[in-house]
């Protein structure tokens, strides 16, 4: 079976564009998280799809948005960057629609905003 | 908000030694704790998980204890190995309900000494 699959795995942009991040969960899994990882703070959550609805967001600005395909595959867009947004953006999926089921988590899309 | 804060930041061991990682929360309605470990260049991965009906768990050379009364839970890796060398994060959440995605803690970098 194959693992969650992320694209593209490293990314430069310029401050004031704009990205999208793309994820392929494991194959039945229809629970897609979307994570922010910076040196010094872990992981901090940004949002949660499930069936196509989002069912939980973080505290991040409204740049940070986020949908999810019929096909579970779910994508992240950030719009006009700023130098803070270059991070590590992981993404996750689990089975269920619960945070107590196991989450399976891709490698990765470095971000580095220049 | 759950908030998980997790102790030390660094920690390195001698090869067949004990390593212990702790961690606590704030939310007493969180009732599972996964510990998830991430190597260099690869998405973190769970290694165990505990849940609030119970107070200790073991797997192999890995052990998750949980103390609900004091909200703070501990991973204990006994014999320690090469491989074991990463970054190790605790989570916590509830199932269904209230804090419905993981809130992680800072992260451990564990460095094993041959």
């Known amino acids: 079976k194959a693992g969650v699959t992320q694209t593209p795995r490293y990314l430069i942009k310029t401050r004031g564009q704009q990205v999208t991040l793309s994820c392929s969960p494991i194959s039945g899994h229809r629970s897609v998280s979307w994570y922010q990882q910076t040196p010094g703070q872990g992981l901090q959550f940004l949002f949660e799809y499930f069936s196509e609805t989002q069912r939980n967001k973080g505290n991040f600005p409204g740049r940070f948005s986020g949908r999810q395909f019929s096909n579970s595959r779910s994508e992240m867009n950030v719009s006009t960057l700023e130098l803070g947004d270059s991070a590590l953006y992981l993404c996750?999926?689990?089975?269920?629609?619960?945070?107590?089921?196991?989450?399976?988590f891709g490698q990765g899309t470095r971000l580095t905003v220049v | 908000g759950e908030n998980v804060e997790q102790h030390p930041s660094t920690l390195s061991v001698q090869e067949g030694d004990s390593a212990v990682i702790k961690c606590t929360y704030s939310d007493s309605a969180s009732n599972y704790f996964p510990w998830y470990k991430q190597e260099l260049g690869k998405g973190p991965q769970l290694i165990i998980d505990i849940r609030s009906n119970v107070g200790e768990k073991k797997d192999q050379r890995i052990a998750v204890t949980l103390n609900k009364t004091a909200k703070h839970f501990s991973l204990h890796i006994t014999e320690t190995q090469p491989e074991d060398s990463a970054v190790y994060f605790c989570?916590?959440?509830?199932?269904?309900?209230?804090?419905?995605?993981?809130?992680f803690g800072t992260g451990t970098r564990l460095t094993i000494i041959p």
């Open positions: 996750a999926s689990s089975s269920l629609a619960r945070a107590d089921t196991e989450a399976f």
């Open positions: 989570a916590a959440s509830m199932g269904v309900g209230g804090n419905e995605k993981l809130t």
